[in-house]
C-alpha cells in the first residue's frame, strides 16, 4: 500500500525543517561565525552523503557552534569535464536536500574555471576563512581540490594542523564491500539495477518534469498517460516500465511509468521518453509540474505482435501497480 507520510516526504525530499541557503559571499558581508564544515557536491545526496553530514552535525554540536554545508553551483564537473556525468538531483533538489539535512546552514560557492585552479590555500584563505572562523572540516577520504585534484586530504590536514583546524577525511560507506558514490548509483540506474540505486540513495530515486502533450493515444486504450519533459541532464533509470509513485500539486499517485521511447511508436509525433499514468487521478495534467519517484521495475521495453498486446500487457503494468500502492492519492501535509 501506500507508503506512510514520513517516507514519502523522504522519497520527494520535503522532511525536516528547511535552513537557509545563500552565497558564501553573503555570510563574508554578514560577519564571520565559528562553525564545522562539511565540503561536497553532494550529487544525489546519497547514505555516504547522509553519514558525512551527521558526522559534521554531531562535531558541531559538541564544540558548540553551527554546523554548515558548503557546496558548489555548478557541479564542478559540468566546468571541468569535456563529458560531464548526468545528474542524480535538480540544483533545487540538492539544495533543499542539504538545507533539510539537519545542519544551520548552507553556503553555495559559484565554481568557475578560477576557482577550479585554486590550491587549499587560496580556496580556504581567500574564499572560505573570510566568512566563517573553521574548527574543523569534514570531507570524504576521496576528496580533492584543485587543478589536478593536488590538495589531498592528507595535504590539507598537514597545512590545517597548525592553524588549530582539525580536517577529518570520512571513509566512505560500504555496501556490498564496495563504496558508494554517486558513479556508481548512476551505472545501478543505468544497467536497470533501480533497487540496489534506490538502497544507496536511502530512498526511492527521484525525477522532475512538466507535463506536456503527447500522441493523445493512452486514453482511447484506456490508460491516459502524462508526457513529462525532464532535464536532459539528469540520469534517468534504464529503458523500462516502472512502478513509482508521482507527486503533483502536493498529492502523491501510484503511477505506472515508462521510461524510454516506445518501440512500437518511436517514430511517432509527441512520443515521449518518460510517460507516467497516474492511478485514481481524475483531471488535466497538462503543464502542471510533477515529480515521480521509482520504487520497483517491473519488465524492459519490448515490441508486441499488436496493438491489443501491447495494451493487454500495460494494463497488467497498471494492475501490478495498484496492487502495490492502491488506487487513492494522498496529500502530504
Not at 584563505?125 to 574548527?135: K, R, W
Not at 590538495?151 to 580536517?167: F, H, K, M, Q
Not at 510533477?290 to 498486446?309: G, H, K, M, Q
Amino acid at each position: 500500500m501506500m507508503p506512510d507520510m514520513s517516507e514519502l516526504k523522504r522519497d520527494f525530499i520535503m522532511d525536516g525543517e528547511r535552513v537557509p541557503v545563500r552565497p558564501l559571499t553573503d555570510r563574508a558581508a554578514g560577519g564571520r561565525v565559528e562553525a564545522v564544515v562539511a565540503i561536497g557536491v553532494f550529487d544525489g545526496f546519497h547514505v555516504g552523503h547522509r553519514a558525512l553530514i551527521d558526522a559534521t552535525v554531531a562535531d558541531a554540536r559538541s564544540r558548540g557552534c553551527r554546523a554548515v554545508a558548503l557546496t558548489f553551483d555548478p557541479d564542478p564537473d559540468r566546468v571541468v569535464s569535456t563529458h560531464p556525468a548526468r545528474r542524480l538531483l535538480s540544483l533545487a533538489d540538492r539544495m533543499d536536500a542539504l538545507a533539510t539535512s539537519g545542519v544551520d546552514e548552507v553556503l553555495v560557492i559559484p565554481f568557475t574555471h578560477e576557482v577550479a585552479s585554486l590550491d587549499h590555500v587560496a580556496f580556504f584563505s581567500d574564499m572560505v576563512f573570510p566568512a566563517l572562523s573553521v574548527a574543523s572540516i569534514h570531507v570524504g577520504s576521496d576528496f580533492r581540490l584543485g587543478a589536478g585534484g593536488a590538495s589531498t586530504v592528507e595535504v590539507i590536514r598537514d597545512w590545517c594542523s597548525p592553524l588549530g583546524i582539525d580536517a577529518l577525511g570520512h571513509d566512505l560507506v560500504l555496501d556490498c564491500g564496495r563504496p558508494v558514490s554517486a558513479t556508481r548509483i548512476r551505472r545501478n540506474l543505468a544497467q536497470g539495477d533501480l533497487a540496489a540505486a534506490n538502497h544507496e540513495l536511502g530512498r526511492r530515486y527521484l525525477v522532475r518534469g512538466t507535463v506536456t502533450t503527447g500522441r493523445g493515444e493512452g486514453a482511447g486504450m484506456g490508460f491516459p498517460t502524462a508526457n513529462v519533459r525532464f532535464d536532459p541532464e539528469q540520469q534517468l533509470p534504464s529503458d523500462g516500465v516502472y512502478a513509482g509513485l508521482a507527486l503533483v500539486d502536493g498529492a502523491v499517485w501510484p503511477a505506472a511509468v515508462n521510461v524510454g521511447l516506445p518501440p512500437m511508436y518511436r517514430d511517432r509525433i509527441g512520443s515521449a521518453s518518460l510517460e507516467a499514468n497516474l492511478i485514481g487521478f481524475t483531471g488535466d495534467l497538462y503543464g502542471r509540474d510533477i515529480a515521480i519517484a521509482f520504487d520497483e521495475r517491473l519488465r524492459p521495453s519490448c515490441t508486441f505482435p499488436t496493438v491489443d498486446a501491447l495494451v493487454e500487457q500495460v494494463l497488467r503494468d497498471i494492475e501490478l501497480t495498484r496492487d502495490r500502492f492502491g488506487s487513492r492519492g494522498v496529500r502530504l501535509a
